[in-house]
């Protein structure tokens, strides 16, 4: 499987700034996605990050919050942007391998602190 | 409205024991259910399913998928300590790649 690295590992932040987090991918892939896990909660997708287009965003995220880069296919950042305490949370970058009904497999995950 | 449910929540058993837990999903245009454990942040991926009545296994860890009856069954027999963790279920469904998470059950395996 695809090895999958996300820095940082994990920050804490003021409100009301911004931070990145980067996803590397030691593989060319075609879907990449990124996951926010709030404090006991389940898995949540935010967007499916696209090469070459616009991220597709889910239900509750906009891009004015959550900015997605995907500039080739081994590479993404999150931007959890003018960020509150409701931002905790650990995010997790993800890829598909083997085509349409392929296995998808998780990066370490960040986990934010917002202060 | 589509979900996927796990069940129990949590659970305590002492090593040795053998635990079933359970993924229910009402889904339109199943494709593939997923299991993940997850210990500290990242899932780490066990299983994907996309027939029904055949059995996946790897060690002791086995995983089968009813689409009749909209469910999927992960066994683990002769629990480690180590196996303690959080396990996720997931459905990919309909014509994305996304996948939707169930709740997780919390598995505690004591010495």
């Known amino acids: 499987s695809a090895v999958i690295s996300q820095k940082p590992s994990r920050d804490i932040c003021q409100r009301g700034t911004s931070l990145t987090i980067q996803c590397q991918v030691d593989s060319q892939v075609t879907m990449m996605f990124w996951y926010r896990q709030q404090p006991g909660q389940s898995l949540t997708l935010i967007a499916t990050?696209?090469?070459?287009?616009?991220?597709?965003?889910e239900s509750g995220f906009v891009i004015d919050k959550f900015p997605i880069s995907r500039p080739n296919l081994t590479f993404s950042t999150l931007t959890v942007s003018n960020m509150s305490p409701e931002d905790s949370s650990i995010y997790l970058c993800s890829v598909e391998e083997g085509g349409a009904r392929g296995e998808q497999y998780f990066g370490p995950g960040t986990r934010l602190t917002v202060t | 409205e589509d979900k996927v449910v796990q069940s129990p929540l949590s659970l305590v058993v002492h090593e040795g024991d053998t635990v079933t837990l359970n993924c229910s999903y009402e889904v339109t245009n199943f494709r593939s259910l997923l299991w993940y454990k997850q210990e500290k942040k990242a899932p780490t991926f066990l299983f994907m399913l996309?027939?029904?009545?055949i059995e996946k296994k790897s060690g002791r860890l086995s995983s089968i998928l009813d689409k009749k009856e909209l469910f999927s069954i992960l066994n683990i027999t002769a629990t480690q300590t180590g196996d303690s963790a959080v396990y996720l279920c997931?459905?990919?469904?309909?014509?994305?790649?996304?996948?939707?998470f169930g709740g997780g059950t919390r598995l505690m395996v004591k010495p």
């Open positions: 990050a696209n090469q070459g287009s616009e991220a597709t965003y």
């Open positions: 997931a459905v990919r469904y309909n014509a994305g790649n996304m996948l939707t």
């Open positions: 996309t027939s029904s009545g």
